[in-house]
């Protein structure tokens, strides 16, 4: 038996596979195109795309969202444990998650989601105190919000100009690490804004219902009814309305289908949860390594651009746009996959991933040694 909590462990790992293979086709293809934009496309492509759309757009990203908040719950745990100031150590955890989503959205990759958590996370520092049932109402009421922003965005504002996109491959195809770095720096510092309105309002509605699970106790009891009613009443529709909707952005009505997307995008996630929490059982010897290693998901999240970055982009393999959407999103799950063999080497000779360590440091830079520095007779 164990008393940790064992579903955030699940939940990482499952969506660090779904995030991936959503990433996969804004560094493998055309920002703002994505799978559509890919200059080579079988049967199997469509298939492919069909089913990431289907199965993960906007799903994972609301499973991380919810374990942020999830996150923040244990860390005030954690702190009030140990007598340290939580907001201190919060105020620099977010910076810490500013600088390494800066440094990711300029060198690697223009969609990053950390400078966006760092952002709208610290409105949650200032919600933590609240009851469970106000941080519900409030959560739903920023998914629903999300829902009308996104809608009017997707059916208001126009593609991206033509002259971006001849910009980008030209870089992707032929520019150097320098070029390339620069304008992956200038594209994110345009892109940041829109990031915000579209996916800003959404992660803090999942920051709240993260952060409200650990509050409750739900986190702590995946046998709980509520998973089981999610299970029941969210994951079938869920499932089956993300699917029709992906297929009809697909084949039909790209516009409408994204929208509707959007829409259902809650309820499958909400069905996920309640999947994760059934399969949240003691896992074995094997499983409980890959667990660990999948508890690293700072680093693995980034080591993931690292290396597909470096595969698609001129400066590296050169592989932008010249493969079809089936195999880049193989690519992502076969990196994926590798990164988390990495970290079970690396988890076994170390308590925290290398970027878990980085963020560390600067969440306890000249907090924690003071904080635990004893106080003698007669100082002051």
Same mark, same amino acid.
């Given at each position: 038996?164990?008393?940790?909590?064992?579903?955030?462990?699940?939940?990482?790992?499952?969506?660090?596979?779904?995030?991936?293979?959503?990433?996969?086709?804004?560094?493998?293809?055309?920002?703002?195109?994505? $799978?559509? !934009?890919?200059?080579?496309?079988?049967?199997?492509? *469509?298939?492919?795309?069909?089913?990431?759309?289907?199965?993960?757009? /906007?799903?994972?990203?609301?499973?991380?969202?919810?374990?942020?908040?999830? !996150?923040?719950?244990?860390?005030?745990?954690?702190?009030?444990?140990?007598?340290?100031?939580? *907001?201190?150590?919060?105020?620099?955890?977010?910076?810490?998650?500013?600088?390494?989503?800066?440094?990711?959205?300029?060198?690697?990759?223009?969609?990053?989601?950390?400078?966006?958590?760092?952002?709208?996370?610290?409105?949650?520092?200032?919600?933590?105190?609240?009851?469970?049932?106000? /941080?519900?109402?409030?959560?739903?009421?920023?998914?629903?919000?999300?829902?009308?922003?996104?809608?009017?965005?997707?059916?208001?504002?126009?593609?991206?100009?033509?002259?971006?996109?001849?910009?980008?491959?030209?870089?992707?195809?032929?520019?150097?690490?320098?070029?390339?770095?620069?304008?992956?720096?200038?594209?994110?510092?345009?892109?940041?804004?829109? /990031?915000?309105?579209?996916? *800003? $309002?959404?992660?803090?509605?999942?920051?709240?219902?993260?952060?409200?699970?650990?509050?409750?106790?739900?986190?702590?009891?995946?046998?709980?009814?509520?998973?089981?009613?999610?299970?029941?009443?969210?994951?079938?529709?869920?499932?089956?309305?993300?699917?029709?909707?992906?297929?009809?952005?697909?084949?039909?009505?790209?516009?409408? *289908?994204?929208?509707?997307?959007?829409?259902?995008?809650?309820?499958?996630?909400?069905?996920?949860?309640?999947?994760?929490?059934?399969? @949240?059982?003691?896992?074995?010897?094997?499983?409980?390594?890959?667990? @660990?290693?999948?508890?690293?998901?700072?680093?693995?999240?980034?080591?993931?651009?690292?290396?597909?970055?470096?595969?698609?982009?001129?400066?590296?393999?050169?592989?932008?746009?010249?493969? !079809?959407?089936?195999?880049?999103?193989?690519?992502?799950?076969?990196?994926?996959?590798?990164?988390?063999?990495?970290?079970?080497?690396?988890?076994?000779?170390?308590?925290?991933?290398?970027?878990?360590?980085?963020?560390?440091?600067?969440?306890?830079?000249?907090?924690?040694?003071?904080?635990?520095?004893?106080?003698?007779?007669?100082?002051?």
């Amino acid at each position: 038996m164990t008393d940790r909590a064992l579903m955030p462990d699940y939940l990482r790992l499952l969506a660090l596979f779904g995030i991936v293979v959503v990433n996969v086709q804004f560094m493998a293809f055309p920002m703002s195109e994505g $799978f559509d !934009g890919a200059s080579r496309q079988a049967p199997v492509d *469509g298939v492919a795309v069909w089913l990431v759309n289907g199965l993960a757009y /906007l799903k994972t990203y609301g499973l991380f969202s919810f374990m942020f908040g999830v !996150g923040l719950a244990f860390q005030m745990r954690s702190a009030e444990r140990r007598h340290l100031p939580f *907001g201190s150590l919060y105020r620099n955890r977010m910076i810490g998650l500013l600088l390494l989503g800066v440094a990711h959205g300029c060198l690697l990759f223009i969609g990053d989601i950390l400078a966006v958590y760092a952002i709208v996370g610290t409105v949650l520092y200032f919600w933590r105190r609240w009851p469970v049932a106000r /941080l519900l109402r409030i959560g739903v009421a920023l998914l629903v919000i999300q829902l009308l922003i996104s809608a009017a965005v997707i059916a208001l504002v126009p593609s991206a100009p033509s002259d971006i996109a001849d910009l980008e491959r030209q870089f992707m195809t032929d520019g150097s690490l320098v070029e390339t770095v620069v304008f992956r720096s200038i594209a994110f510092a345009i892109l940041m804004p829109i /990031l915000l309105i579209f996916q *800003g $309002f959404s992660a803090l509605g999942w920051f709240c219902l993260g952060l409200a699970a650990v509050r409750s106790g739900l986190i702590d009891r995946p046998d709980h009814p509520l998973w089981q009613r999610a299970r029941r009443l969210c994951l079938i529709p869920g499932v089956v309305l993300s699917l029709g909707a992906a297929a009809l952005m697909q084949w039909y009505d790209e516009r409408l *289908g994204e929208i509707l997307t959007i829409i259902v995008a809650p309820l499958a996630t909400v069905g996920y949860l309640g999947l994760i929490a059934a399969i @949240a059982r003691l896992p074995g010897p094997v499983l409980s390594r890959v667990l @660990a290693a999948g508890g690293a998901s700072l680093s693995i999240y980034l080591g993931q651009s690292i290396v597909l970055s470096t595969l698609f982009a001129a400066y590296g393999f050169g592989l932008w746009d010249a493969v !079809g959407p089936a195999v880049a999103v193989l690519m992502a799950l076969g990196v994926t996959a590798v990164l988390i063999g990495l970290l079970i080497v690396w988890r076994s000779r170390f308590a925290l991933g290398p970027f878990e360590w980085v963020l560390r440091k600067i969440t306890r830079f000249r907090v924690v040694a003071r904080s635990e520095t004893p106080v003698t007779p007669g100082s002051s």
